[in-house]
């Protein structure tokens, strides 16, 4: 299957799937049993290798080895080749970004600690994509009605404005790794949510239907709907 849920809220987990960093980080727990089995492996022939050693038993584990190794390259190369379709195929980037049929863009970021500690919004993913540019203007409301006006600049492809950043995220309590949503709602204007507020939620959710319509588009399939929680 496509979708699988796996939060409380049965909301699908396939936006996750198609962030270039979740992928990065997706086959990692895997990686890392491997390499502790091979690590256990490799202890246990220590221990075997004096001269009263069982010969056999230890050039099975060293292919044994050999061949974990090499299951390691090729969940590398997995990964690498999801990331290549989701940036060069698909355009996804470790910044989301959707734009609806009407030319609206819809900018997800996730935010670091170094972006929180110098009220930083950066959007660098987006900038690359070409769907802002340096110069451009904006006009942000955030969450409890204030707007201000304010430009992308250079170096660090950030949100000139930065007292009001700091205010957003002490007021929408922003932690190292949330995501940070900024929705154009006009040509020029958006609004600025944390992801994980309620009308975030709705936003992602309804960004999650957009992302579906557009791989059933490719797939060439019919249109695919989230997975619900019983």
Same mark, same amino acid.
């Not at 950030?158 to 154009?184: N, Q, W």
């Given at each position: 299957?496509?979708?699988?849920?796996?939060?409380?809220?049965?909301?699908?987990?396939?936006?996750?799937?198609?962030?270039?960093?979740?992928?990065?980080?997706?086959?990692?727990? *895997? =990686?890392?049993?491997?390499?502790? %089995?091979?690590? +256990?492996?490799? $202890?246990?022939?220590?221990? &075997? /290798?004096?001269?009263?050693?069982?010969?056999?038993? *230890? =050039?099975?584990?060293?292919?044994? %080895?050999?061949? +974990?190794?090499? $299951?390691?390259?090729?969940? &590398? /190369?997995?990964?690498?080749?999801?990331?290549?379709? *989701?940036?060069?195929?698909?355009?996804?980037?470790?910044?989301?970004?959707?734009?609806?049929?009407?030319?609206?863009?819809?900018?997800?970021?996730?935010?670091?600690?170094?972006?929180?500690?110098?009220?930083?919004?950066?959007?660098?993913?987006?900038?690359?994509?070409?769907?802002?540019?340096?110069?451009?203007?904006?006009?942000?409301?955030?969450?409890?009605?204030?707007?201000?006006?304010?430009?992308?600049?250079?170096?660090?492809?950030?949100?000139?404005?930065?007292?009001?950043?700091?205010?957003?995220?002490?007021?929408?309590?922003?932690?190292?790794?949330?995501?940070?949503?900024?929705?154009?709602?006009?040509?020029?204007?958006?609004?600025?949510?944390?992801?994980?507020?309620?009308?975030?939620?709705?936003?992602?959710?309804?960004?999650?239907?957009?992302?579906?319509?557009?791989?059933?588009?490719?797939?060439?399939?019919?249109?695919?709907?989230?997975?619900?929680?019983?």
């Amino acid at each position: 299957m496509l979708l699988k849920d796996t939060d409380s809220c049965g909301t699908s987990s396939l936006m996750d799937l198609t962030n270039v960093n979740a992928i990065r980080a997706s086959v990692l727990p *895997l =990686q890392e049993h491997i390499e502790a %089995v091979i690590g +256990m492996v490799t $202890d246990r022939m220590k221990d &075997e /290798a004096h001269p009263d050693g069982n010969m056999g038993w *230890l =050039q099975d584990c060293a292919k044994e %080895v050999d061949l +974990m190794k090499r $299951d390691l390259r090729a969940l &590398e /190369a997995i990964r690498e080749h999801l990331i290549e379709v *989701l940036t060069n195929t698909l355009s996804f980037e470790d910044d989301d970004i959707s734009v609806s049929k009407t030319g609206m863009r819809t900018l997800t970021v996730e935010v670091s600690q170094g972006m929180i500690n110098q009220h930083l919004l950066t959007l660098t993913g987006a900038k690359k994509k070409g769907q802002v540019k340096e110069g451009e203007k904006f006009t942000i409301q955030l969450p409890e009605g204030t707007s201000f006006h304010t430009e992308l600049c250079e170096p660090g492809n950030k949100i000139r404005e930065r007292g009001l950043i700091r205010k957003f995220y002490e007021s929408e309590k922003i932690t190292d790794g949330d995501k940070v949503i900024m929705c154009e709602v006009s040509r020029g204007t958006w609004k600025i949510l944390a992801a994980k507020s309620p009308e975030g939620q709705e936003l992602e959710s309804r960004l999650l239907k957009q992302r579906l319509d557009q791989l059933s588009d490719i797939l060439g399939e019919k249109p695919l709907t989230p997975t619900k929680t019983p």
